[in-house]
């Protein structure tokens, strides 16, 4: 009898297995030799966003990855430059209101003037439709996800041999997650109160 009731839970339990486990495991070693795909974890996808190993997804959901990487590079940056206490020279209205005026952090950032804050606004506004494109959102392509040069730009790139810049694209992949990860502790220590904490005196 009892053999008879475990065999029936185990039928039963079988019916909540996931149905397309080999569809999904062939999936996600369509993205496992992407670049970003590195050691300790290797392609990390808990969610199963890329599951179905669709190409343009994983394409778009890279080219936000490093746009946002390489914003928070700056903003964790220019976080720590306006902490050491170095600010624009001048006013930042016409009021009189110097930079230094404003702080950093969140207390910063409330502080701005509406105009100020309207313009920066408006300057990303113009560089996200109209500078920042590449393929992944609709720009002629380029040599990959996140390369923004338009054909206009270049920087030295071309003289690198392609195993340099396999390695400087997963640097620059790796220090955006690492940024991604230092602004949003940035943010958080500073709504605590307690971001100073972290500072060399």
Not at 11 to 17: E, I, N, P, V
Not at 183 to 191: I, R
Request: proline share 3%; aromatic share 12%; glycine share 10%.
């Amino acid at each position: 009898m009892k053999s008879a009731v475990f065999a029936a839970l185990i039928a039963s339990a079988a019916a909540f297995a996931p149905a397309s486990q080999k569809a999904s495991s062939s999936a996600l070693k369509a993205f496992e030799e992407e670049l970003g795909a590195q050691a300790p974890l290797g392609f990390f996808d808990p969610l199963g966003i890329v599951a179905d190993g669709d190409q343009a997804k994983f394409d778009r959901l890279r080219y936000v990855e490093i746009k946002h990487g390489r914003i928070c590079m700056l903003g964790v940056v220019g976080y720590l430059v306006n902490a050491a206490g170095i600010y624009l020279p001048g006013d930042i209205d016409y009021s009189g209101t110097k930079f230094s005026d404003l702080g950093y952090g969140w207390d910063a950032s409330f502080a701005v003037p509406v105009a100020g804050a309207l313009q920066v606004l408006a300057f990303v506004g113009f560089l996200e439709l109209f500078v920042m494109k590449d393929s992944a959102n609709g720009a002629e392509p380029g040599e990959f996800v996140g390369d923004f040069r338009n054909g206009a730009l270049d920087f030295g790139w071309d003289s690198f041999d392609e195993e340099t810049k396999l390695t400087k694209r997963a640097v620059e992949l790796n220090q955006g997650r690492a940024a991604q990860m230092g602004m949003l502790a940035l943010m958080v220590h500073d709504k605590l109160g307690n971001v100073e904490d972290f500072f060399p005196n």
